[in-house]
C-alpha cells in the first residue's frame, strides 16, 4: 500500500511489483488510478534477477506494522477505541508518505547510489502511546483506551526501532519534512477523501 501512495505522488517513474498474494485484488483496487504501476505477479528467481538488471531502483519495504491505517478507518467509521497495549512506550519511526516517495526518487536518481542498501524513516522516535493520543486528537471523539499485553502479542512485540537515515542523507542530500502531527492530519485528511475506495475494498475483500 505504501508503494502505491508513492507511485501515484512520484507519478512520472515506472513501478512494476513482482508479487502474488491474497491481498492482490485489494491492491489492484487501491492502484485503479495509478496508471504508472504494473504488477507482474509471481516470478522465478531468473526473472526477477532479470528485472533488478533492468530497474533503476529496487524497493523491498519494511514496516513495523501497527495497525495504523485500519485505526483510523475504524475510529473514523465507527468510534472504535484506539487501543494501547500495556504502557505504549514502545518508540517507533513514522514517516509519511511522500517523503518516502521523494527518498526513493532521491535514492534511484542520485549517481554513486547503485548497488546501495538504505534506511528510510524520520530518524525520530516516537513512543507509540504519544502517536495514538495525537490521532485521537485529531479525530473528534476519538477514544484512547489502555490494555493490558494479550500473551501472544507480547510474544510479537520488537522492541523500540528508529531508522538511522545518516547514510541516505549523506548520500542524496534527502531528508524528511512532514513532522508527524501534520503527517496524521494528511493521512486522516486521504481517508476522508477515498473512503469509499477503502470501505469498498474491505467489503469485496471479504
Not at 491492491?27 to 528485472?51: C, K, W, Y
Request: no cysteine.
Amino acid at each position: 500500500e505504501t508503494i502505491i501512495r508513492a507511485a501515484k505522488i512520484i507519478g512520472d517513474v515506472k513501478v512494476k511489483i513482482a508479487w502474488s498474494g491474497p491481498m492482490m485484488d485489494r491492491l489492484h483496487h487501491l492502484a485503479h488510478d495509478v496508471p504508472n504501476i504494473e504488477f507482474l505477479g509471481f516470478r522465478s528467481r531468473e526473472e526477477v534477477m532479470e528485472l533488478y538488471r533492468g530497474a533503476i531502483a529496487v524497493l523491498l519495504p519494511s514496516r513495523v506494522h501497527e495497525n495504523f491505517p485500519l485505526m483510523v478507518l475504524e475510529a473514523l467509521a465507527s468510534g472504535k477505541p484506539l487501543t494501547i497495549y500495556g504502557t505504549g512506550a514502545q518508540r517507533r519511526d513514522y514517516v509519511y508518505v511522500e517523503d518516502v516517495a521523494r527518498a526513493f526518487l532521491a535514492a534511484a536518481l542520485t549517481p554513486g547510489t547503485e548497488g546501495h542498501a538504505y534506511n528510510v524513516g524520520s530518524g525520530v522516535g516516537t513512543s507509540f502511546r504519544e502517536m495514538v493520543e495525537l490521532l485521537a486528537g485529531a479525530i473528534p471523539g476519538a477514544v484512547v483506551k489502555s490494555v493490558p499485553w494479550p500473551s501472544e502479542r507480547l510474544l510479537l512485540e520488537t522492541g523500540d526501532f528508529v531508522a538511522d537515515i545518516r547514510a541516505l542523507r549523506a548520500a542524496t542530500g534527502w531528508a524528511p519534512t512532514v513532522p508527524l502531527p501534520e503527517g496524521i492530519q494528511r493521512t486522516i485528511a486521504y481517508y476522508r477523501e477515498h473512503w469509499d475506495h477503502y470501505v469498498k475494498a474491505e467489503v469485496e475483500a471479504r
